[in-house]
């Protein structure tokens, strides 16, 4: 089945500075990826969908600035989180639609601390 | 109303009894219906996918889709402490798009 790698697991950095998430189809090409954020013992929420070649399309409420997607090839989304403050601390997880196979795959989710 | 209703439990059951999970939902566009299975600090997992309305059955897992009543439901039989998890119903009306999700139901089976 379709895997979707997503690095780092786990990070904890100081407030202030910025996080880069990767976030890797390994046996398929994705041309759209979604981001997703979630905060302990709640669902997950859409935070910006990930277009290969072009910009990211950010939901309602999440900043653009801080919040920085690319998607530069068929098979790569990083989200950089810019300036990351406290607030930031949550769960991240990356997901690809498989083409053909109309299944959404998600990656294992980074867990971002920011002290 | 929210386009995705789910039930967050919790939800206790003793080993080796039938779950039964359910959502309920308002958009009549979706069409694509999935059970993700998410374990503490992990990321979701598919268990079911379901297309339009029936129902689907994969193991110990049956995934059911009544698109008349907008629900849908994901038994599970013969339920081991292995299955204790937070469970996702997701759906979308166009592939490539966006899962809307429920709120996800914690279950815990107890031996």
């Known amino acids: 089945g379709a895997v979707v790698s997503q690095h780092p697991s786990w990070v904890i950095c100081k407030s202030g500075t910025s996080v880069k998430i990767e976030c890797r189809s390994l046996?398929?090409?994705?041309?759209?990826m979604f981001w997703y954020r979630q905060f302990p013992k709640q669902s997950l929420m859409l935070m910006a969908t990930s277009n290969e070649g072009s910009k990211a399309t950010y939901e309602q409420g999440v900043e653009k600035d801080k919040f920085l997607i690319n998607h530069a090839s068929l098979t790569l989304s990083t989200l950089t989180v810019t300036s990351a403050h406290p607030e930031d601390s949550s769960f991240y997880i990356c997901?690809?639609?498989?083409?053909?196979?109309?299944?959404?795959?998600f990656g294992a989710g980074s867990r971002l601390t920011v002290l | 109303q929210k386009e995705v209703e789910q039930d967050p439990g919790p939800l206790s059951v003793p080993e080796g009894a039938i779950v039964s999970l359910n959502c309920t939902y308002s958009?009549?566009?979706?069409?694509?219906f999935m059970w993700y299975r998410q374990y503490s600090r992990k990321g979701p997992e598919l268990l079911m996918y379901?297309?339009?309305?029936g129902n689907k059955e994969d193991g110990r897992f049956t995934a059911q889709v009544d698109k008349s009543s907008k629900y849908i439901s994901l038994f599970i039989r013969d339920s081991q402490p292995s299955d204790s998890a937070t469970y996702l119903c997701a759906m979308s009306a166009v592939g490539n798009t966006p899962l809307v999700f429920g709120k996800g139901t914690r279950l815990s089976v107890i031996a």
């Open positions: 958009n009549s566009a979706f069409q694509y």
């Open positions: 046996d398929f090409q994705a041309t759209t």
């Open positions: 997901s690809a639609w498989e083409s053909g196979a109309n299944v959404l795959t």
């Open positions: 379901t297309y339009s309305s």
